[in-house]
C-alpha cells in the first residue's frame, strides 16, 4: 500500500526560506508523478508544483520562480524548497499521487 508523509511545515517570517519533504513508502517515487497542493483557512485546495516522473517540474504562477521541486530517489523523496515566503503562503502543504495524499504540513508565515 502505498503512503505519503510529509514533514518539514513550520513557523517562518517573511522572506525566509523552507522546505518540506514528501517521503513515499509502498513505491519507488521515481515511479509515480507527485504533486504538491496547499489549502488556506477558508480557501479550496489549490494546487502549487508537480514533478513528474521524469524529473519535469511544474509550478503554479503564485509561486512560479520562488518554490523548486527535486527529488531524492536515496531516501524516496521530493523536497519542494520555498524561497522568499510570503504570508500568503500560509496553509497546510500536501503531497499526492492520485487518491493517496499526505496528512499535511502546516507552514505559517507571519512577522
Known amino acids: 500500500q502505498v503512503q505519503l508523509v510529509e514533514s518539514g511545515g513550520g513557523l517562518v517570517q517573511p522572506g525566509d526560506r523552507l522546505i518540506l519533504s514528501c517521503a513515499a513508502s509502498?513505491?519507488?517515487?521515481?515511479?509515480?508523478?507527485i504533486t504538491w497542493y496547499r489549502q488556506s483557512p477558508g480557501k479550496q485546495r489549490e494546487f502549487v508544483a508537480i514533478m513528474t516522473t521524469g524529473a519535469v517540474s511544474n509550478y503554479a504562477d503564485s509561486v512560479k520562480g520562488r518554490f523548486s521541486l527535486s527529488r531524492d530517489n536515496a531516501k524516496n523523496t521530493v523536497h519542494l524548497q520555498m524561497n522568499s515566503l510570503k504570508p500568503e503562503d500560509t496553509a497546510v502543504y500536501y503531497c499526492?499521487?492520485?487518491?493517496?495524499w499526505g496528512q499535511g504540513t502546516l507552514v505559517t508565515v507571519s512577522s
Open positions: 509502498g513505491t519507488l517515487i521515481s515511479r509515480i508523478p
Open positions: 499526492n499521487w492520485g487518491a493517496i
